[in-house]
Structure formats: C-alpha cells, structure tokens
C-alpha cells in the first residue's frame, strides 16, 4: 500500500529476570518480619488497586493462606481512588477485570465508596480514607512501584499513592489531586501517606518490582514504620531498569491499544513523552509529532483517561467510550486534557493515513513511524525504513526481518503484528 511505509520488525535486547516461585518468595519475605504471632484473631484487610499487575491473583492467593494458617482472617478492600466511576459496582467491576472476585478469592470484598475525613496534614491538607478501613482490624497494602505519569519525584506511583489516593476513595482523590497542583504530587502524596501511616492500622505493605517486560521481579514486604524510607529506594531501582521507545524523535506513532490495565493514563506518559498536566513539565524526550490510537481495552470498562494525549483515534475507540466514567476520572486527577477526544476517523487505516498526510511529509519513505502493541510492551517494535540507519547503530537493538507493509481487513482493521507477544 503505497501510502504507507514499509515496517520491519525489532527487538529491545536489554537482560532482565523475573521471579520463578512466587509463592516461596512471599512467605520467605513475610517471615522476615516475624509477625505470625501477632496475626491470630485479626480481621485483616488487604487493600488492591485497579493496576494489571503481573501475578497478582497468585500473590493475592499467597498472602490469604499465610494469613489463615497464623490464625487471621481475612477481606479484600478495593483501593483505586475514583477509578470504576468512583462507585462501589465500578470497584467490583475493576477488581474483577483483574481476575478478583470474592469466587476466586474465597474471601469477601468490602467494596466502599465512601470515606470519612480523618483529619488535616501539617500544611492543611484534608485526609480522607475509606470507611471499609474501619471495619478492619488490620490493613495490609499490596501495590506495585513504578513510576508516575503526572509527575516525578522519589515517591511516584506505589504505597504512598495507594494509601493517599486510592484508600481515600474519590474524596481523597480528588482532594490530593487539588492540592497537587498548587503544592506538587510528591509533597501531597508523601504528607498524606505520612499522616495516615499514623492514624490507620498498617499490619506491613507489600511493593512489587516489575521489570521492562512487565514481570515480576522483586516482591518487598516492610513495616508501616519503614513506608516513606523504603519506597523511594524501590524506585529507584525500578527506574534503573526500566527502558524506552529507543528513539529521540518520530514523527507517527501508532499505538494499538491504550487502556487502564496498561497504565493510568491509558498510555504511559514516559513513554509517549506527552504528559498534559497543569503545572507538570513536559518530557524533552521522545519528541512525536502524531500519536494515533487505535483501540480502548475491554479492562477498561469504558475508562479513556488519556486519550486526550492521542492526535487521532478511531470509531471503534469513541464507541467504547464511557463518557461519565471517563469525565469522573479526569476530573478527579486535575487533568481534563487528558479526558479531550481526539480527531476520530473511521477505522485503523483511515487514522494512520491522517496522522502521516497532517505532518506534509510527500514521501512515505521519510516518515520515521514506530507501531506497538502498548506501552507496556516495549520489547518488540515496528518501526519504518526512516528509522533503520538508528536500528543499525544501536548494539540493544535487533532486526528480525526483512519488512513488510501493514495489512488490513476489507473495513480498515489493522491486522495485528503482534499475536499474543
């Protein structure tokens, strides 16, 4: 198809390693901490996000059992901030994207919209926390540590987080959202974290590590005490091995699917290098000139957070839009840019075709254009002739064919590249 580049297939060949026994290493990690004796008769409440984290229904599994063979109970307590509409059916519906249920868990969800004002932080900041807290007798955080897509700081996305935003429902949400964007995300989050360490009965917390192909690579259990000064040295080491598009500029880049099991932003914010957040500095790099999406995932339930930081989209996107649901939450995260639709075509050839004639570039041959699956899978690449003579110079970087053009149906539908890689 002449109006398209001719795409090769590449590959990121950075090393990595990931965790083989999951269930040995979290009851090597919590008996480290020697809390059994202090676990009989509790009713203990772990709190989980609305992340696809890897392994995290046989974590979740690991975790039930060591609490039930020391004598405690226990309860799931949704901790995801105003995602799921903010409503305690949208929390259920979330968890259960994520393969949680109160069937596969064999214990209750204590599904709760509601949160009550616990109090104020040194600097006047409202905190809030979730009312199914109170009827536990001990919280156990479970969240993975990554980076943000609003901001960047020593604490990003993780425990802190989870406990300010998440654990305070969209009250809490919205609230440290508000003040962030006076007061900067890592001082709210951190001082509100800090203020309910104090206040609400944090048995331990456990930070998960993921590495670059989104597996698990570290699983940390730690004391509330150790909260503020253990997390920051967990980022950093994730941030040391994370990677990135490979490429300083593009000017297309296709992204098959955004949604909020990939990031909560639909599309990773470091990755794309467009942020659009009141206050936020914008990434120096990548440097793209056209984004174009082509699908919301199913997990999303109609959550399109961020795709405000597309250029072009599709029908199909726009038809899997939850408006409400997707105005409740960019609202509550302060960035309303992120919740705008972008130009919508018809289908996934009509929108790459518009993402490459809006730049006035004549011959396709020099459009520097990158395709991925999503912004978590970074591994493989399609990538354009324009970008080859950068492929060639980069020693992490693989060619693993002689290139073809991007296929389509009868209706315009992209024919994936990626099968299930």
């Known amino acids: 198809m002449a109006c398209l580049p001719k795409m090769y297939k590449i590959q990121q060949n950075v090393p990595s390693h990931e965790i083989e026994d999951i269930d040995s290493e979290i009851r090597s990690i919590i008996a480290s901490l020697m809390i059994s004796d202090g ?5 203990i409440g772990i709190a989980v996000g609305s992340r696809g984290i890897d392994n995290l229904t046989t974590i979740l599994t690991s975790l039930i059992n060591i609490i039930t063979e020391n004598g405690g109970e226990t309860v799931i307590i949704p901790a995801m901030g105003s995602h799921g509409g903010g409503t305690e059916h949208g929390q259920l519906e979330v968890l259960e994207s994520l393969g949680i249920t109160e069937q596969s868990m064999k214990i ?24 199914a807290v109170f009827q536990v007798d001990r919280i156990v955080p479970v969240n993975r540590i990554k980076s943000h897509t609003d901001f960047s700081g020593k604490i990003e996305s993780g425990i802190c987080k989870m406990l300010a935003v998440g654990l305070g429902n969209q009250d809490g949400a919205m609230t440290v959202h508000a003040h ?24 331990f917390a456990v930070g ?37 598009l490979p490429f300083k500029e ?20 470091k990755v794309i290098g467009r942020i659009m957040v009141r206050g936020q500095k914008e990434p120096e790099v990548p440097v793209i000139k ?6 919301l995932t199913p997990e999303s339930h109609g959550n399109a957070t961020g795709i405000g930081l597309a250029d072009i989209t599709t029908m199909d996107v726009f038809k899997s839009i939850d408006i409400k649901t997707t105005s409740i ?7 309303p840019e992120q919740g705008k639709l972008p130009c919508i075509l018809e289908n996934d050839l009509e929108a790459i075709k518009a993402g490459i004639f809006t730049l006035g ?3 396709v041959k020099n459009i520097k254009m990158v395709y991925l699956k999503d912004t978590l899978s970074l591994e493989y690449l399609s990538v354009s002739d324009a970008l080859l003579s950068e492929v060639n110079t980069n020693s992490s970087l693989v060619r693993l064919d002689e290139g073809e053009e991007l296929c389509f149906e009868n209706g315009g539908k992209i024919i994936s590249v990626w099968g299930n890689e």
Do not use: H
Not at 329 to 335: D, G, R, Y
């Open 108 to 131: 209750p969800i204590l599904s709760c919209s509601t949160s009550s004002l616990l109090g104020y932080t040194d600097g006047g900041i409202p905190v809030y926390c979730s009312n």
């Open 208 to 244: 998960i590590l993921e590495n670059w192909k989104s597996r698990t690579t570290e699983i940390n259990a730690f004391l509330s005490q150790d909260i503020i000064t253990t997390e920051p040295r967990l980022l950093a080491r994730m941030k040391a091995s994370s990677i990135k």
């Open 180 to 203: 962030s964007l006076v007061k900067g995300y890592e001082t709210v989050i951190y001082s509100v974290a800090s203020y309910l360490i104090t206040k609400i009965p944090i048995l």
């Open 329 to 335: 939450n960019s609202i509550s995260s302060m960035s």
């Open 250 to 269: 593009i000017d297309v880049l296709i992204i098959e699917n955004i949604g909020k099991n990939i990031s909560g932003t639909g599309m990773d914010t």
């Open 39 to 43: 676990i009989k008769g509790l009713k």
């Open 361 to 363: 570039i004549a011959d």
């Open 290 to 295: 056209r984004i174009v999406v082509l699908n």
